[in-house]
Nanobody, 115 residues
Framework: QVQLVESGGGLVQPGGSLRLSCAAS????????MAWHRQAPGKQRELVAA???????NYADSVKGRFTISRDNAKNTVYLQMNSLKPEDTAVYYC?????????WGRGTQVTVSS
């Protein structure tokens, strides 16, 4: 089972930027669809962005035009560039891998947007 480790979270002011990273173990990273989800206090976990093995991306409507997901297969890493952050983006952000119907999750990284 792939191990996923997120990093890059923190406290940022509204309008600021952060880049999250998710490093994956193993040697078949390029075969995974990768995604970022988030969960705010008292809310359900939701999909933020995903990227397929071929590089096709999709985004939640709430982050379109502000967030960008990308992957570097040579580094076994997926990124989430977050710009123009809003207080409502505050949540724990989780990385997920998906292959043949099986998924794995990281432990998450906290993002707090506040002045």
């Amino acid at each position: 089972q792939v191990q996923l480790v997120e990093s890059g979270g923190g406290l940022v002011q509204p309008g600021g930027s952060l880049r999250l990273s998710c490093a994956a173990s193993g040697n078949i990273f390029s075969r995974y669809t990768m995604a970022w989800h988030r969960q705010a206090p008292g809310k359900q976990r939701e999909l933020v962005a995903a990227i397929t093995t071929g590089g096709t991306t999709n985004y939640a409507d709430s982050v379109k035009g502000r967030f960008t997901i990308s992957r570097d297969n040579a580094k076994n890493t997926v990124y989430l560039q977050m710009n123009s952050l809003k207080p409502e983006d505050t949540a724990v952000y989780y990385c997920k891998s998906l292959l043949l119907g099986f998924d794995s999750w990281g432990r998450g990284t906290q993002v707090t947007v506040s002045s």
